[in-house]
Structures are given as C-alpha cells and as structure tokens.
C-alpha cells in the first residue's frame, strides 16, 4: 500500500482528493500547513512515504521552497506538484525545485489519479523490475537504481526519481547520443520543445557523482546541437 502525503490548505479540494486516493487504497494523510509540511518532510530519518501531493500556494511557506528543502535535506520523495500557476516558467520553476511531476488547477480527479500512477510506475521503472536493468557500472561508479544511489570514491549519492530517470534513460542508450527533446519527453514528461535549463542543470548534477573532474567529463558527454552521450568505459 503506497504512503501518500497531500499539502494542500484548501480543506475541500485535500478532503476530495483524499476520499478518492484512499478509495484507490493508498494510505493517505493531509497537511494544510507548508511549514508543519516542511518540518516533517526535512525530519531526520524522512517520513516514509511514497508519494508527495504538494501545492505551491500554501500559508508559512510556499510549495517551491518546499520541494527545495526536502532535496536539500536528503529526502527524494516523488513530488506532484499543484498549482493555480500554469505558465511554462511556473512548470519548469517547480521542476527545477525538485518536483517530479506538474499538475495545473483546476483538474479532474481522474486526472490526478493517473498522475499519481503514473508517478509510482516511473518509481517502479526506474527502480528496475525483477529481471531488468537494476545496477550498472559508469567507470569507477555504481549505480543502484533500486536504491537511486550511487556509490563511488568512498562516497555514496542519493538521486531523485527524475535523477535516477535520467541516469537510467543514458544507461540504456550508452553510447548514443540522446536528445534533449527525447529526455523531455521520457523523463519530465513534457513537450520535446519546451525551453528550459532543467536538462543541463540534472546533467550537471550527475557528473558531480560520476566524474573524477566534472568540468572534464569522461562519461557524460555535452555533444552539441544534439543532446548528451553516456561512455560506461574509461
């Protein structure tokens, strides 16, 4: 039974959304506070959940800083994020702040339900099937995608699921170049044209764990006008 946690102060809308998700079986709890939310997702162990429904307008603090903070703290929670905002700078602004997933107010709540399937299945892809692709080697790292961990030089790197998404996605198609507009697509589920630095900022990020010097990188690789290569050797 998958954990869900909905912020959400809107005491009509989180009462909605959670008689439905419950109704679907999950285990589901409420918080209308982003403060009270913000203390119990950057706790030390996190709360064990699943799943983060976190709106961005909410009294003490807002969604965005957040999803900033429960990444910052080590917690990597699958977020979907609502908001009243839908403009692209909205989308990519909450992306980039670590959610996982976008959904624009008003919506229907058989669309936030495939959202929320969606999000746990992209989990369960990532963390790899029994039988598929669960570990891989990048040079001297180790990638766990079950624990969305990699370990290298003494050190071991939590990933978010759009991290590991990424990293998995690169895995797979080591030695091709993989298009910018493909990993919008396949992994933040958005438009191949959308504008937005979120792509180069989550490859930035990677070679932080898998290069010995990220400003040479051996194994993720910039080729440009195309999109972004992964070498496994070297």
């Keep these: 039974m998958a954990r869900i946690l909905i912020v959400e102060d809107e005491a009509h809308l989180a009462d909605g959304i959670r008689f439905n998700l419950e109704a679907e079986g999950y285990d589901v709890e ?3 506070d982003g403060t009270r939310a913000l203390e119990k997702l950057t706790a030390e162990p ?3 959940l699943d799943l983060v429904i976190l709106d961005v307008m909410l009294p003490g603090v807002d969604g965005f800083a957040v999803a900033d903070a429960m990444r910052k703290s080590g917690n990597f929670t699958p977020v979907l994020m609502l908001t009243a905002k839908s403009l692209p700078d909205d989308v990519v602004h ?3 702040a670590g959610a996982d997933d976008y959904l ?3 919506f229907d709540l058989a669309v936030l339900l ?3 399937k969606g999000l746990l299945r992209r ?3 990532a963390r790899g099937d029994p039988g598929s692709l669960s570990t ?4 001297d790292a180790e990638v766990d995608f079950g624990r969305f961990e990699i370990r290298t030089r003494g050190q071991t790197f939590r990933l978010t699921l759009l991290e590991t998404m990424l990293l998995k996605l690169l895995v797979q198609n080591a030695g091709q170049v993989v298009g910018k507009g493909e990993i919008l697509q396949k992994v933040w589920n958005l438009s191949p044209d959308t504008e937005t630095r979120a792509v180069d900022n989550f490859v930035v990020r990677l070679r932080r764990y898998l290069e010995a010097d990220p400003r040479a990188p051996k194994h ?7 999109g972004y290569r992964l070498v496994l050797e070297g």
């Design 114 to 116: 495939a959202r929320v």
């Design 104 to 106: 624009a107010k008003p």
């Design 136 to 139: 891989a080697r990048v040079g």
């Design 220 to 226: 993720l690789q910039t080729v440009r006008g195309a």
């Design 123 to 125: 989990r369960d892809w």
């Design 46 to 48: 996190p709360a064990p």
């Design 30 to 32: 409420v918080e209308a």
């Design 94 to 96: 909450g992306l980039e």
